[in-house]
């Protein structure tokens, strides 16, 4: 065996969860069930990518399944499986700027997306939070969504995203205080 | 409202709120849109491949007593010393038919031990890779893809044992395609997204370099045992390679990655030096004889695998060991965690079996063969979460053939060819 694959040769208890990337490649192997969980996984995240961006539910949702269904289209395109989650969100964004760009060509102005926004869904305090978690690095988002929107604990996410609990933890205490910074700076 | 920012991130993660009704509507869009139809594989294709060479590369941190006979450096081929052409370098790399290469990777935990691995390399588009392991020096690991005899051996010195893979015609083609490291690592520097560093001196040689920030660099680096700890555990996210070339010649003279220690664990440093580009190749470099005390360790013919033949041995000594059941996850890595988890139960209960590391590689060589296939659009699919060997009938894994049917493997492991319509009357059941 070579050398440092001895690391890996131990025992060792099974995940918790699956990460990404081995749904990623479940997926690619055919087990399109696999995707739903990753469905399940990021709806919160990706929904709250769309409704940065919308600012309506409704849209928001729309275009969070539209981002779910291109980024199974493109999977097969996804140059590392781990990446998963923050690849996602970008295409959840795009989506979400394609619909606002629909929105626009087909004559509804910026008001009246804005008007749509039922009362009391986000505060200015909370469009002004989201907007600065995703600004976070890529990395910092994926672990500040999976927290507080998807409710996953740090060593869950550290399943989901292949990375160490320490990892983690760094992680979204780097996001904590990158986020204070940025909110003050708004 | 708490001025916390936790408090402030829960309460907008609320907000937010959870739609239960998102997986069913984006699962039936995807059935509805895009039916049965495969996936691109794209640039993911490339990791699989990283991976799939498990066959060939599975050696990567082993390492080679280089013998050349002389070398041929294609100074002509580079023009101009005005500045480095970074296409040019790649088109010039990536035409190299032989190279050798030293690769020194240091590992430092935080509690300051460290742990160095340099790795002696001839690779060789009609030979195949030879790659010798020292540890302090010491020789520990060779590993041989021989492309003409159709066998990836690995020898470990230490232990005096040896694994022995043959290969299919497929993959000692791939092989001979793409054999090149140090060609996959210049390729990621200058396809990704890169900064030029300026010139510089390497041993009094002007060099012009570029650096990377892209984690795409682990795997080019670090393919093999190393590259797949990476990916299949924790990709790091704070990287940083640099690449060095010969401002005269074009040619790559040094690749360095530093992967942080993000978490307070381990750094790992890594420099690839000593460069021979479109090195010719002593024959007895690649000329193989396993010494008469070493014993082997395993043996897998992946074309037994292809037919399902040793795919079913492996599974049979699992489902031996938990009294009946399979894998849940075809992964290599979790196929070593169930079966530690199954052999720590054993232990525990008064019973102290052997670990048979044969069947175990077999087993592990399954798993990526599976994931290989699903790479190649072989629509693969294992059921072993659900289906045990009392399930005679039913469909434990499957894939598509060339000609159209599938390769079924039943629960009982049983093996079938059968027909797509008989498949899914199968896997309704």
Not at chain 2, 231 to 259: F, N, Q, Y
Not at chain 2, 293 to 315: C, H, I, N, S, T
Request: charged letters at 25%; glycine letters at 8%; hydrophobic letters at 40%.
């Amino acid at each position: 065996m070579p050398v440092l694959a001895l690391k890996t040769h131990s025992v060792r208890s099974l995940p918790v969860l699956q990460s990404d990337g081995e749904l990623v490649h479940a997926v690619l192997g055919g087990d399109r069930k696999a995707f739903a969980l990753l469905v399940r996984r990021y709806e919160q995240s990706v929904r709250a990518a769309a409704m940065s961006v919308l600012r309506d539910t409704h849209l928001a949702q729309d275009a969070a399944q539209d981002a779910f269904v291109k980024a199974y289209e493109k999977l097969g395109s996804l140059r590392r499986a781990g990446a998963f989650g923050p690849w996602l969100l970008k295409i959840a964004r795009r989506c979400a700027l394609d619909m606002a760009g629909d929105r626009r060509e087909a004559a509804l102005p910026d008001d009246d997306i804005a008007a749509a926004r039922p009362a009391g869904l986000l505060d200015e305090d909370k469009e002004r939070l989201l907007a600065a978690v995703l600004e976070l690095r890529e990395s910092e988002r994926q672990v500040v969504t999976l927290r507080y929107f998807g409710g996953y604990s740090v060593k869950e996410i550290a399943d989901i995203a292949g990375r160490s609990v320490g990892t983690v933890t760094k992680q979204l205490s780097r996001a904590h205080r990158r986020l204070r910074v940025l909110l003050k700076e708004a | 409202m708490s001025d916390k920012i936790e408090n402030r991130l829960q309460d907008l993660g609320r907000t937010i709120g959870t739609d239960e009704t998102m997986a069913p509507r984006v699962m039936a869009r995807i059935d509805r849109a895009l039916g049965d139809q495969p996936f691109k594989t794209g640039t993911m294709k490339r990791e699989f491949q990283v991976r799939r060479l498990v066959m060939s590369r599975v050696s990567k941190l082993a390492a080679a007593a280089v013998i050349l006979i002389g070398v041929v450096v294609g100074f002509q081929a580079f023009k101009g010393t005005g500045g480095v052409s970074w296409a040019q370098v790649l088109q010039q790399v990536a035409a190299v038919r032989a190279v050798t290469y030293t690769l020194q990777a240091t590992e430092e935990t935080p509690q300051g031990q460290s742990l160095d691995i340099r790795i002696e390399t001839i690779q060789s588009s009609e030979r195949g890779i030879r790659m010798d392991a020292y540890i302090n020096d010491e020789l520990v690991n060779q590993a041989f893809t021989l492309v003409d005899e159709g066998l990836f051996v690995t020898l470990m010195t230490g232990q005096k044992l040896y694994t022995q893979v043959a290969l299919t015609e497929a993959l000692c083609e791939e092989v001979q395609r793409n054999s090149g490291d140090p060609k996959a690592i210049v390729d990621e520097f200058l396809t990704g997204p890169y900064t030029e560093l300026g010139r510089s001196e390497i041993d009094g040689i002007a060099v012009e370099g570029v650096e990377s920030q892209d984690v795409a660099l682990v795997p080019a680096f670090l393919s093999g045992p190393m590259g797949r700890l990476s990916a299949g555990s924790e990709m790091p996210d704070d990287v940083v390679g640099r690449l060095w070339v010969d401002v005269a010649t074009g040619w790559p003279v040094k690749m360095t990655l530093d992967i942080a220690g993000t978490d307070g664990g381990s750094e790992t440093h890594v420099v690839v030096t000593d460069f021979q580009w479109d090195a010719q190749i002593a024959p007895e470099a690649f000329s193989l004889e396993i010494p008469a005390d070493y014993q082997p360790l395993a043996r897998v013919d992946l074309g037994q695998m292809e037919r399902g033949v040793q795919m079913v041995e492996a599974l049979a000594y699992f489902a031996e060991l938990s009294g009946g059941t399979y894998p849940t996850k075809l992964t290599p890595v979790d196929i070593v965690g169930e079966v530690g988890a199954i052999y720590e139960k054993l232990d525990a209960a008064g019973a102290t079996p052997e670990m048979d590391d044969d069947m175990l590689i077999k087993l592990k060589y399954a798993a990526t063969y599976v994931r290989e296939l699903g790479d190649q659009g072989k629509k693969p699919a294992y059921y072993g979460d659900t289906v045990t060997s009392a399930d005679t009938g039913k469909v434990l894994l499957r894939w598509k053939l060339d000609d159209g049917r599938y390769r079924v493997i039943f629960g009982d492991l049983r093996i079938e060819d059968v027909s797509g319509s008989r498949l899914a009357e199968l896997e309704a059941k």
